[in-house]
């Protein structure tokens, strides 16, 4: 096992049923990945993670963008979920999202998920990195107590160490004051 090169702590806001209530919703502007959830219309089962992207632009504008919407059309039962660098790790920048959603798209297929975008699934992430997903109510600063079930097979805390996937699930509030 590699040293852990790279440490990044995404911020999650979700779930939108609309691109439009991304649009309307403070801060968004400043994402630069999205997940989409839901199921195709053969699917049986619950909703899980459909797509993973990313986006120099407002995540909105990039959703609404005609051959986007033609992807989207696939999946029934959506919901939007997007996220940032933590203002914390001042990571935003191309490279560093094209690593995460790689790292995401290749986790998830490893996972058995059938995803839309599967582009990226002949390569893997080029270091050892772990990626912190901390989940947000829209439109509040406010952290969800619990995840949803639809993002249940993305891991709070994911490690890749170069050859093999951890991960940890659950991280839960502890209250020292009371």
């Given at each position: 096992?590699?040293?852990?090169?790279?440490?990044?702590?995404?911020?999650?806001?979700?779930?939108?049923?609309?691109?439009?209530?991304i649009?309307?919703?403070?801060?968004?502007?400043?994402?630069?990945?999205?997940?989409?959830?839901?199921?195709?219309?053969?699917?049986?089962?619950?909703?899980?993670?459909?797509?993973?992207?990313?986006?120099?632009?407002?995540?909105?504008?990039?959703?609404n963008?005609?051959?986007?919407?033609?992807?989207?059309?696939?999946?029934?039962?959506?919901?939007?979920?997007v996220?940032?660098?933590?203002?914390i790790?001042?990571?935003?920048?191309?490279?560093?999202?094209?690593?995460?959603?790689?790292?995401?798209i290749?986790?998830?297929?490893?996972?058995?998920?059938?995803?839309?975008?599967d582009?990226?699934?002949?390569?893997?992430?080029?270091?050892?990195?772990?990626?912190?997903?901390?989940?947000?109510?829209?439109k509040?600063?406010?952290?969800?107590?619990?995840?949803?079930?639809?993002?249940?097979e993305?891991?709070?805390?994911?490690?890749?160490?170069?050859?093999?996937?951890?991960?940890a699930d659950k991280?839960k509030?502890?209250?020292?004051?009371?």
């Amino acid at each position: 096992m590699e040293e852990i090169k790279k440490l990044y702590v995404l911020e999650w806001y979700g779930p939108y049923d609309s691109i439009e209530g991304i649009w309307y919703d403070n801060g968004t502007e400043e994402c630069s990945i999205y997940l989409i959830t839901g199921k195709e219309k053969y699917e049986r089962g619950e909703e899980h993670i459909k797509y993973v992207g990313i986006t120099k632009r407002d995540p909105a504008k990039r959703l609404n963008d005609r051959d986007h919407q033609e992807k989207q059309q696939k999946i029934a039962y959506k919901k939007y979920w997007v996220g940032r660098f933590s203002r914390i790790s001042n990571k935003n920048s191309r490279a560093n999202a094209e690593l995460i959603e790689t790292l995401f798209i290749h986790f998830l297929y490893i996972e058995g998920r059938r995803l839309i975008n599967d582009k990226k699934l002949k390569k893997i992430p080029d270091c050892p990195l772990t990626v912190l997903n901390r989940w947000y109510l829209k439109k509040q600063d406010s952290h969800r107590v619990n995840k949803p079930r639809r993002l249940s097979e993305l891991p709070d805390v994911l490690l890749f160490d170069g050859m093999e996937y951890w991960g940890a699930d659950k991280l839960k509030f502890l209250n020292y004051e009371e």
